[in-house]
């Protein structure tokens, strides 16, 4: 059993940077690939970013990559979501998430955490 608590979101000026933060509890946080996720109302879950167990590889959506950076602390049990350069597209409810494998797809994954609201204003 894993438990996911995120943190960090708020309000941000488009062009500026904000980092989310997920807590995880357990002792087995490292065998898990985790992921981040995100939901704009009206919309449906769209996958952001995902990073392997240790920590070594690395995964983005196209619409992130270059702005958005994914790391892990496994000594902390920390997931980490660095967003510079944000755009008004960027505005949604983001999500962290445990998967035993490096997946896109949300089913994929079988931890969730309570998700943390980004805005992104003009």
């Known amino acids: 059993q894993v438990q996911l608590v995120e943190s960090g979101g708020g309000l941000v000026q488009a062009g500026g940077s904000m980092r989310l933060s997920c807590a995880a509890s357990g002792r087995t946080f490292s065998r898990y690939a985790m992921g981040w996720f995100r939901q704009a109302p009206g919309k449906e879950r769209e996958f952001v970013a995902t990073?392997?167990?240790?920590?070594?590889?690395?995964f983005y959506a196209d619409s992130v990559k270059g702005r958005f950076t994914i790391s892990r602390d496994n000594g902390k049990n920390t997931l980490s979501l660095q967003m510079n350069s944000l755009k008004l597209e960027d505005t949604a409810v983001y999500y962290c998430?445990?998967?035993?494998?490096?997946?896109?797809?949300?089913?994929?994954?079988?931890?969730w955490g309570q998700g943390t609201q980004v805005t992104v204003s003009s």
């Open positions: 998430a445990a998967s035993r494998i490096l997946a896109v797809q949300g089913a994929t994954y079988e931890y």
């Open positions: 990073i392997t167990g240790g920590g070594g590889s690395t």
